[in-house]
């Protein structure tokens, strides 16, 4: 009977049912490793963590890395800050905090003007406009560690911080 119903079917029908449901289970095998693998759950909440913070700093047209510049901007007022400072405590490269101070001087959130001391160098500081959207990151970012540390309590959300912490010592001695 079985035979009888599959004959109804052309054979590229049949051909491609069968190369559905290789796919399905090849990516049930997969799911079993990537339910295990530090390397792809970091990722994964990576991607999403940079999704909420893109809505939570989307009224100023912020991105991440943007929101916390213009937040140790405002922490560390009035003492002025270098670029190669903020790349070095974000563990980011000195190019890509070159192009996010690019895009917040144009926006018109900081100025960037030469170091006295040190005519090589740049000092950031925050122009009134950069200082209200600080203020209103520091909010957004202090809302979403509040809502971690409801979800998972204090205490667990630092272990998980430490945990993490190793797992990327360990990744960068390589």
């Known amino acids: 009977m079985i035979a009888a119903r599959l004959s109804l079917f052309n054979e ?14 090849a990516a049930m095998r997969i799911d079993a490793f990537l339910r ?19 809505q939570a700093f ?32 974000f563990s980011t490269t000195r190019g890509n905090l070159s192009h996010c101070i ?3 001087e ?4 900081l100025l960037r003007k030469i170091d006295p001391n040190d005519a090589r160098a ?15 990151a520091i909010a957004a970012l202090d809302y979403m560690q509040k809502e971690f540390e409801d979800e998972i309590g204090k205490t667990a959300l630092a272990e998980m911080i430490q945990s993490i912490c190793k797992l990327e010592a360990r990744a960068a001695a390589r």
């Open 12 to 25: 590229d029908f049949v051909q491609t049912k069968i190369v559905e449901v290789l796919n399905y289970l």
């Open 36 to 54: 295990e693998s530090p390397m792809f759950a970091v990722n994964r909440a990576a991607r999403r963590f940079e999704s909420l913070a893109a």
């Open 58 to 89: 989307a009224a100023d047209d912020l991105g991440f890395l943007e929101a916390l510049v213009l937040a140790a901007l405002f922490f560390e007022a009035p003492r002025q800050v270098k670029p190669s400072q903020l790349a070095e405590t």
């Open 102 to 104: 690019s895009s917040l």
């Open 106 to 109: 144009a926006k018109g959130f």
């Open 122 to 136: 740049y000092l950031l500081a925050l122009k009134p406009q950069g200082r209200r959207s600080a203020l209103r």
